[in-house]
């Protein structure tokens, strides 16, 4: 059976990537960051299995992360903690810097140290292209533009550094965005399925967003960990671009999401500069034609879809599948 470490193991994509690993007959070590709050309800249905193990750790610390690591011994390691959310990255860069690029460091050279001969998946970003123009590849230049996106950018480059000075086994995958019922819900895409499911039951009367008119490359949150587990599995190790190749608006996801609800969209409130971003990212769309050649993932949740599933998840209480 192989064993896999996974870090941030209590968010939105380690949720589904231990499901899909303990499908595939995997031990799993999922790495918890320690909070006085329970925040483990993504991963609490498989409390249970047998092959799922918790433990606590944190980016901050290498000392934890070398311990893991020595003591789990895994096959694969993903690492996909991050303080993931790019608005807020403005407020905490210094925080934000140390978990996000720091931490990759620490875990990259916690495994050197180690001896043990795991495989290494560091989850890169689409906030790497920053302002460069649609649709960007493995060749569009990186032009960050928030303290997420640089963090991510040192990240990325720590990753092909270690594989290249050290021989270790590590890839990036340049994620665009992906969403699911259990995204957060500080993030766009969820805060507004979850908002018009309060505005449908009487809850509240109004929906406050930021800008409309950014373009996003949305895709289901599964089918990207799929591409995860395929990075893995190569021959050899590189980093590749993952997304769905269409781009639609902030402003395009609402007005579907209010056809799903059936909520009048005059009720949103838009332009809040709470939402807003000192440097705005315009427009992203993924070329993931490398992905799709190296691998044969190709996305099978269309953006209609997604909107749909989001919104009736919020409207049933109980997560929709496709």
Request: charged share 20%; hydrophobic share 35%; with cysteine.
């Amino acid at each position: 059976m192989k064993v896999a470490m996974i870090t941030g193991a209590t968010g939105q994509d380690a949720s589904y990537l231990i499901e899909l690993l303990l499908g595939k007959g995997y031990i799993v070590h999922g790495v918890i960051r320690r909070s006085s709050i329970i925040n483990t309800e993504r991963i609490d249905h498989m409390y249970d299995n047998p092959n799922l193990y918790r433990h606590y750790g944190d980016m901050t610390d290498g000392g934890s992360l070398t311990d893991l690591i020595y003591n789990i011994k895994p096959d694969e390691i993903y690492n996909l903690a991050a303080m993931s959310h790019v608005r807020l990255s403005y407020d905490m860069p210094e925080y934000t810097g140390d978990v996000v690029g720091l931490g990759v460091t620490r875990l990259l050279d916690a495994l050197r140290r180690s001896g043990v001969k795991a495989r290494y998946y560091q989850a890169s970003s689409s906030e790497l292209f920053g302002t460069m123009p649609p649709p960007q590849n493995e060749q569009t230049p990186f032009a960050p533009c928030s303290p997420y996106g640089v963090a991510k950018a040192y990240g990325y480059w720590m990753t092909v550094m270690y594989r290249k000075a050290y021989g270790m086994w590590a890839c990036n995958g340049i994620l665009f965005n992906h969403e699911s019922p259990r995204r957060g819900e500080t993030f766009v895409s969820r805060k507004i399925a979850k908002g018009l499911a309060k505005i449908k039951r009487g809850e509240t009367d109004s929906l406050v967003l930021g800008n409309l008119w950014a373009y996003r490359d949305w895709g289901y949150a599964p089918n990207f960990v799929e591409a995860m587990w395929r990075l893995m599995q190569m021959d050899e190790p590189g980093d590749y671009v993952v997304g769905t190749g269409e781009s639609h608006t902030v402003a395009e996801f609402l007005l579907r999401a209010c056809d799903v609800a059936k909520v009048d969209p005059e009720v949103v409130i838009s332009g809040d500069s709470r939402y807003t971003r000192p440097i705005e990212v315009d427009h992203l769309r993924a070329d993931f034609s490398k992905m799709q050649k190296a691998t044969g993932w190709t996305p099978t949740v269309t953006f209609s879809q997604l909107v749909k599933l989001m919104v009736e998840s919020e409207l049933s209480g109980h997560e929709v599948r496709p």
